[in-house]
């Protein structure tokens, strides 16, 4: 067969071009862009899986016959965005609700009071930014004995390459070195383990490691805290994940707890959180 009746037919046995490798280069079946099925991408000859994450689903044929993942305008969670050029994708939160995506923790262990509102009374003279922020307690000092935490909702990172970054806003006054907060992450393994945030801790390690007053966590990581002895203005602080480095952490349950830890005695207004984001 020399000459095919078909443009769907295709070289000297006039196969029948169709599916992903529909188009007839004159010799054989190839695919082009548009053909293949969604989660795949062309390499110029073959349709090739994509494989990309929950947060990034939409595969797309990039220079050079790779595949690249997209995210969505549904893909980066209810509380999320993507970028217009649909490689990012931006999970915040101003907390002008309480519970989008930070939570007290459930069965927090002591005497932890964390409340979300408007400041007043102690701590700053209001939030960040609008009139809704988390705290320690937003109308007091902290309690003695305290080790108590705010929670993200849980995120799938899972498959993800390149960077996260966290980052949210903070006021806060402490008994320097002896008390403060922390920030933890969820990693495959679901145990929680620190990250070294940008500009590092006010302290490397904390007073008293695992044990608040008289209770002792054996799981608590230990180190790395922020803590100061005269109010510190609303700053960011940032933390910045790998998935080269920190590949254990880029995982379908990756989540972030705030931990607030006191002893007995003196007491401050400790921390106040706004402006949640995840990117």
Same mark, same amino acid.
């Given at each position: ?36 099925? #969604? ?61 989008? &995506? ?23 003279? #209001?939030? @960040? ?30 498959? &993800? ?6 980052? @949210? ?11 403060? @907060? ?19 801790? +006010? ?26 002895? +005269? ?7 940032? @933390? ?40």
């Amino acid at each position: 067969c020399h000459t095919c009746d078909n443009a769907s037919h295709c070289g000297p046995t006039c196969k029948v071009c169709s599916g992903g490798q529909s188009v007839c280069d004159g010799t054989d079946c190839i695919c082009e862009e548009g053909t293949c099925s #969604a989660g795949q991408y062309c390499d110029g000859s073959e349709c090739r899986q994509c494989n990309c994450p929950t947060l990034f689903p939409e595969c797309e044929a990039v220079g050079g016959g790779m595949g690249t993942c997209r995210c969505t305008d549904t893909s980066c969670t209810a509380l999320g965005t993507c970028s217009l050029d649909q490689t990012t994708c931006t999970i915040s939160d101003d907390l002008e609700l309480a519970s989008n &995506v930070l939570s007290e923790c459930t069965g927090n262990p002591i005497t932890g009071n964390w409340e979300w509102g408007t400041p007043s009374v102690e701590g700053p003279s #209001a939030c @960040f930014s609008g009139t809704g922020c988390w705290a320690t307690d937003i109308d007091g000092d902290y309690e003695d004995c305290d080790f108590s935490c705010v929670q993200t909702i849980p995120i799938d990172l899972s498959g &993800v390459v390149g960077s996260a970054e966290f980052s @949210f806003y903070t006021w806060y006054h402490y008994e320097y070195s002896y008390e403060g @907060f922390s920030v933890v992450f969820r990693n495959d393994t679901s145990t929680w383990g620190h990250i070294e945030p940008e500009n590092g801790w +006010d302290v490397d390690a904390m007073k008293y490691g695992p044990t608040v007053c008289w209770y002792t966590y054996p799981d608590w990581p230990g180190f790395g805290q922020y803590t100061t002895s +005269d109010p510190v203005d609303w700053t960011q602080k940032r @933390f910045v994940l790998d998935s080269t480095t920190d590949a254990a952490y880029f995982s379908d349950s990756f989540q972030i707890k705030i931990y607030n830890t006191s002893d007995s005695g003196l007491r401050n207004a400790g921390c106040y959180i706004d402006d949640v984001e995840l990117v």
